[in-house]
């Protein structure tokens, strides 16, 4: 042992006092303790047990004595107290006083001192032996470097590819590496075969030894390498907590841990057969389809199953999945158990029998509630449904947890979870997977503790992972968390159960994230149809030769006499006869319907309503009275709370507008939540700084100004049985934060979720979200939302970024045809929202936006909303509506008409401007300042999509004689102008033929019947003096908007002429 000591101190460059100093000047310290450590290390280098390796001890000692001198024995206290407070060199020891039990996390001196086979004893009054003091101190420092990097030389992986010297090549991301332990964990310590049989008591922070209090050296090495350093590798000390640090030690260090009674065995088994004969059977029916297979990692299967039992035992009662391509389709036949021939209809190219354009078979989602067979309880399991893009669905699942969670009241998350999977290269590469972790703990976004399975196969595509990431591990994103990470090898099925029972475990005791890493592999190429020799021809010369694991552990069952090779064969048979029924069932389907691969049912919600009427959004005033007066009202208990005193003037004005019965922006907002509120509908407007307000306008949380994190939220308080209002500013993230929004919103229809932008193009940090989930998920999924995005947008002057939320690129989308005016009828409105994709909404009011809020309620469906914001129009004196535009009685209204001289002398009116939201009120002014009110009309298209075809066509007739021109703000090649152009067009000119005419009458009449014919025959007179649209505003650009301020007022200069010239 004495090698040992020796190793151990010459790593220690420098002599005792030195180190003492080094680690002192290290620290960030107080003052006063900087002063005190000089006294400190003086004395200390004169303390006789203050030298060699134990001062890395003293070291831990005294760091934790500095941060609670509670955390340390009191003989250690006694001389940090007597050492920093200037006591001799020599005498700032002394003895310990009367040894009280120790705490969990104490370390007493006489543990370190063998009580068997040792000679020498502290305890016994005889000097300190410091040669057995430092060699405790190496045994101790061996385990804990077991623990915490024991993982680097596990195997782990089922190819035994990983290889390459990391200390010689420093190369240490080149994926998965098994290195001896000699090099990488006990690299300053060598022992003599002597010392092996030596006896060393164990310190309390190892479980190796069950009952035993101290082991023979070689069985502490050997229970260790068992433990850390076999098909399991695991991440955890870099864990603030003491406590989970041992909890997981607890649960993986004692001997055999991972050892299954027989019966478990034979389930895992099972499970691996109908997850490899799976595959196969669709290997053989469908060769060349992409499926994306599991091959290589079939006990992903039975892992998951695995973590449901255990969670489901531990009182989970529906838990929401998120995962990518792989494996899908084996998890929905196997996991969710998602009826086979419904799986196989997929393979069958049907016509789908309802709406919507549908999705490739390893994107769609599920629902199932079904009794779990091995804890007999009922559980819900959802398979969220997700587009290609890798991660992009890890925000959405966490929001309807999460969403799950609060409406189900379960407010620790003990019934609801969310287990997310991923693939190596995806999980290290895509950041949408940071983001999602750092809201795995804020208030308003935890979900409580998110099982993450990493399907690791070592290679993305064609990449593997020496050019896929710089990290070791595909999973070091979750350290940030402070996520234990489980990797294992997923040729050990019951080291892989083992980690999703511990890993289940840990999820309902500490409610945080954890990961499970199984290391696998490809069989195939990427889909099916690829050929992975092209790029990895070595891997795959190994895998041709690798076994698959349902032979490996089929033939390990078979030797250990758990099960028979009649029986492995029976149960193989049995699965392919099911899959063989399930497929001649598949066969007699003449349909498939997407309404199968729904994700979020939402029952009772659509039943018995009339998919074309829509409630009314105006309310009696004495609502909005009530709402006003709460929301301008200090906390109940003023006397105490102090509130700022700008609020107190904000609030004041709030309360004057309420008596002139008139609201300003912010306080539309509050009363369209308010009212809703009142009607049992949760509200939740989540985003950066939403509390407050970007621009200061809104303040739903009041702060007392004296009490720390002491807020009141007066819209929580309006009535005693309202609605539970959530209004929460979000960490710094668009992508993570609106994808958490979206899953909320498809939880529960009885709410309004909205998510608000910062300002300017933002939102393209999260134009996946936009694009894959809120534009065509109902298209793709047949599943409904009713988010609102908040836009806040504006040109004024505030620079390229801060300007435009980029309104051409939500109307791009809008997928309402340009060509084709719907046919007018009463329920024109509500029958266009049916039908498109979304709604993009410019208001230019208060009281439009109060309705058009109370709108996605009151419609018999759910569509997003696309709302542009005003920035100056917050506080613009004009920007008012009154009580009258929102009481009983009062709509949205899609377009506001001009109500001055100009609509009373329509014949005469020379020029219509149609526009939209904020600029409407710049050309009002120009428009008065020049003296063109009668000349002028402006009408406002406050619903830009769907395009109100009916009340423009109205507007155009109304004023015969005028020119028309679209006025806005952007830029010619941004804004509504592309959307506007050809929508006009078809008013104007009639629609486009969408097939010849026929003999018998017109397109228009042959698709929409004869009592269309009056609107053909407008239309075709029409193209005899066609009228036309031209364009007023900002010239092309490549950028939003101008940086400079000068640039900008001549812009819009320049703007305001053309539009006044007649
Ligand atoms: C955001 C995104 N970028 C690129 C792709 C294209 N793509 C599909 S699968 C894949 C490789 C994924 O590798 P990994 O995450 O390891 O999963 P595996 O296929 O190995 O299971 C890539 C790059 C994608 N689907 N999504
Ligand atoms: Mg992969």
Same mark, same amino acid.
């Given at each position: ?15 005792? $006092?030195?180190?003492? =100093?080094?680690?002192? &000047? #290290?620290?960030?310290?107080? %003052?006063? *303790?900087?002063?005190?450590? @000089?006294?400190?290390? $003086?004395?200390?280098? =004169?303390?006789?047990? &203050? #030298?060699?390796?134990?001062? %890395?001890? *003293?070291?831990?000692?005294? @760091?934790?004595?500095? $941060? ?995």
């Amino acid at each position: 042992m004495h090698r040992a000591r020796a190793v151990f101190q010459a790593s220690n460059k420098l002599g005792g $006092s030195e180190r003492f =100093a080094s680690w002192l &000047l #290290n620290k960030p310290q107080t %003052a006063a *303790v900087a002063v005190n450590a @000089n006294r400190l290390k $003086s004395s200390a280098a =004169a303390e006789p047990f &203050l #030298n060699g390796s134990s001062s %890395a001890y *003293v070291e831990t000692m005294y @760091n934790a004595w500095l $941060s609670d001198p509670n955390s340390v024995h009191a003989s250690w206290d006694a001389f940090f107290r007597n050492a920093t407070a200037g006591a001799q060199p020599g005498v700032a020891y002394t003895s310990p006083p009367n040894l009280a039990p120790y705490n969990k996390n104490e370390v007493p001196l006489t543990s370190l001192v063998p009580a068997i086979g040792g000679s020498t004893s502290i305890s016994s009054g005889s000097p300190i032996n410091e040669k057995i003091i430092d060699d405790h101190l190496a045994v101790q420092a061996i385990i804990r470097s077991y623990q915490s990097r024991g993982h680097l030389v596990a195997n782990l992986d089922p190819l035994g590819i990983t290889t390459g010297d990391p200390i010689s090549s420093g190369d240490w991301h080149g994926g998965l590496r098994a290195f001896a332990s000699e090099a990488v964990i006990r690299q300053h310590v060598r022992f003599d075969e002597a010392d092996m049989d030596r006896v060393f008591k164990l310190p309390s922070t190892t479980f190796i030894g069950e009952k035993e209090k101290a082991l023979p050296l070689r069985e502490i090495l050997n229970r260790l390498e068992e433990a850390y350093c076999n098909n399991i590798g695991i991440e955890f000390m870099f864990i603030n907590s003491l406590e989970q640090c041992n909890w997981i030690r607890q649960r993986m260090e004692p001997p055999n841990v991972t050892k299954m009674s027989n019966d478990q065995k034979r389930l895992i088994l099972a499970r691996l057969t109908r997850s490899t004969g799976f595959e196969n059977f669709l290997a053989k029916k469908w060769s060349s389809e992409k499926r994306f297979g599991l091959e290589g990692c079939e006990i992903l299967i039975p892992a998951m199953k695995q973590v449901i039992d255990t969670s489901t035992r531990l009182g989970v009662e529906s838990i929401i999945m998120g995962m990518p391509h792989r494996g899908r389709l084996n998890v929905l036949a196997n996991v969710c158990r998602k009826p086979l021939h419904q799986l196989f209809t997929q393979f069958a190219g049907l016509e789908a029998e309802d709406d919507g354009s549908g999705d490739v078979k390893y994107h769609l989602g599920t629902y199932i509630e079904r009794l779990n067979r091995v804890t007999n309880k009922n559980i819900r399991l959802a398979v969220c449904a997700n587009p290609s893009h890798l991660e992009a669905v890890d925000p959405v699942v966490q929001g309807k947890t999460r969403a799950e969670q609060f409406y189900r009241g379960d407010n620790e998350g003990k019934k609801v979870m969310s287990m997310l999977l991923h693939g190596d290269a995806a999980f290290a590469g895509q950041g949408v997977v940071f983001e999602t972790m750092h809201l795995s703990d804020l208030p308003a976004y935890t979900t409580h503790g998110t099982i993450h399975i990493v399907a690791n196969n070592q290679i993305g595509f064609t990449t593997d992972p020496r050019h896929s990431r710089s990290s070791a591990y595909c999973t070091d994103v979750a350290r940030v968390v402070n996520a234990p990470i489980f990797h294992v090898n997923s040729d050990n099925p019951e080291a892989v159960m083992h980690v999703c029972n511990v890993a289940a475990e840990w999820r309902a005791t500490f409610h945080k994230d954890v990961v499970i890493d199984i290391v696998s592999y490809r069989r195939n190429g990427h889909n099916e149809v690829d050929e992975p020799m092209f790029t990895q021809p070595l891997m795959y010369q190994k895998i041709r030769k690798t076994k698959p694991v349902l032979e490996k552990y089929a033939d390990q069952l078979i030797a250990e006499g758990v099960v028979t090779a009649e029986e492995v064969k029976d149960v193989k048979d049995k699965y392919e006869k099911i899959c063989e029924e399930a497929y001649s069932q598949a066969k007699q389907e003449t349909h498939i319907k997407y309404k199968d691969w729904l994700d979020s049912p939402w029952s009772g919600f659509f039943e018995g309503k009339d998919p074309l009427k829509m409630a009314p959004t105006g309310v009696v005033e004495e609502t909005l009275v009530h709402i006003g007066k709460r929301f301008s009202s200090p906390p109940p208990n003023a006397a105490e709370f102090e509130i700022h005193k700008g609020l107190l003037r904000i609030l004041k004005s709030r309360m004057e507008m309420v008596e002139n019965r008139t609201v300003d922006w912010a306080l539309a907002e509050a009363m369209a939540f308010g009212s809703l509120l009142k009607e049992g509908i949760h509200v939740r407007l989540s985003g950066e700084d939403v509390e407050r307000g970007t621009f200061s306008h809104r303040h739903h949380v009041l702060h007392h100004q004296k009490v720390d994190k002491a807020t009141y939220c007066p819209l929580a308080h309006l009535y005693p049985d309202q609605a539970p209002y959530t209004v929460c500013n979000s960490s710094l993230s668009e992508y993570g934060v609106l994808g958490f929004e979206v899953g909320y919103s498809v939880t529960n229809p009885n709410a309004l979720v909205l998510w608000e932008a910062q300002f300017g193009d933002f939102n393209n940090v999260a134009q996946c979200i936009i694009d894959q989930f809120i534009s065509s998920g109902q298209a793709k999924w047949v599943r409904q939302s009713g988010i609102v995005l908040l836009q806040p947008h504006g040109m004024e002057g505030m620079g390229p970024e801060h300007s435009s939320a980029r309104l051409e690129r939500f109307l791009q989308m809008s997928s309402d045809d340009p060509d084709y005016m719907p046919p007018e009828s009463p329920d024109y409105e509500v029958r266009q929202l049916h039908d498109c994709n979304w709604i993009v909404a410019n208001c230019s009011t208060p009281a439009s936006l109060f309705h058009i809020l109370r709108r996605q309620i009151a419609l018999p469906f759910r569509k997003p909303l696309i709302l542009m914001t005003p920035k100056s129009l917050l506080r613009h004196p004009e920007c008012k509506s009154t009580f009258d535009e929102m009481c009983e009685g009062t709509t949205f209204k899609r377009v506001i008409p001009d109500n001055g001289p100009a609509a009373q002398n329509a014949q005469n009116v020379r020029k219509l401007a149609f526009c939209s939201g904020r600029v409407y009120y710049d050309l009002l002014k120009e428009r008065r300042e020049r003296g063109l009110e009668k000349d002028i009309a402006i009408v406002r298209v406050e619903q830009m999509s769907p395009f109100p075809y009916d009340l423009l066509k109205a507007e155009i007739a109304k004023y015969p004689n005028a020119q028309l021109v679209w006025s806005q703000e952007e830029h010619k090649n941004m804004g509504a102008w592309s959307y506007v152009e050809p929508r006009f067009r078809t008013l104007l000119q009639g629609q486009k033929a969408i097939w010849p005419k026929s003999e018998k009458g017109g397109w228009f009449s042959q698709l929409f019947g004869s009592s269309n014919a009056a609107q053909t025959d407008s239309a075709d007179k029409q193209t005899e003096t066609p009228r036309t649209i031209s364009y007023n505003g900002r010239a092309t650009a490549a950028s939003p908007a101008t940086g400079s301020k000068a640039a900008h007022t001549k812009e819009l200069k320049n703007l305001l002429d053309e539009f006044c010239v007649l």
